[in-house]
């Protein structure tokens, strides 16, 4: 029965997704709240940030298993989404146009680590986040007006649905759709 036990453990084991806990999601906020801050002031945030922040919020290091690196990339994700939650109006007002908006959100978004450490989970899922310019271009490409309602079906942080209430100066009904809800 040796024989069988590893492969039904593995078997077992091949088809679970860890749901995070709600600690987590108070950790990857805490995290993202204080990646904002440097964020608004143009700070770089380099791997070396990224961890301390990510160690100070989970109670250890990726090396014990307190966090990954999955959960630190969606740290800086949720860190851009309250960067565009409270500079979003401003920056497009003083900017003028979406593409004059363009290059700055790409220096923002410049500012975060890239997803350079991704795990297996990631690849089998093909996970990928959608960068912040490409989320304008799709924003400007869709030509969304203030009577459309914009749904995102991703299971994402909702940078797409942020990104179109933040282009109509009055805002617009957006809705973002998650598994389970």
Partial sequence: MTHLAHF???????FVVPIPSLDTAVAILSVAEALQTD???????????LRFEMERAFGGSDAEGAWDWKLAYEAG???????????????????GSPAA????????AGLLPTHTRRSE????????STPLPMGLA???AAQITAHDLVLEPSAGTGL????????????????KFEKGA
């Fill in 160 to 175: 797409l649905a942020n990104l179109a209430d933040k282009a109509k100066k009055l805002g617009i009904p957006v809705m």
């Fill in 138 to 140: 799709a924003l400007v």
């Fill in 77 to 95: 994700e949720v860190a851009l989404v309250l960067f565009l939650r409270k500079f979003g109006r401003a920056l497009l007002a003083r900017s």
């Fill in 39 to 49: 964020l608004a002031q143009g700070f770089q945030i380099d791997a070396l940030r």
């Fill in 101 to 108: 908006l363009l290059p700055i959100l790409a220096k923002v």
């Fill in 121 to 128: 989970e990631m690849e089998r899922f093909q996970q990928f």
């Fill in 8 to 14: 039904a453990t593995e078997r077992a084991l091949a």
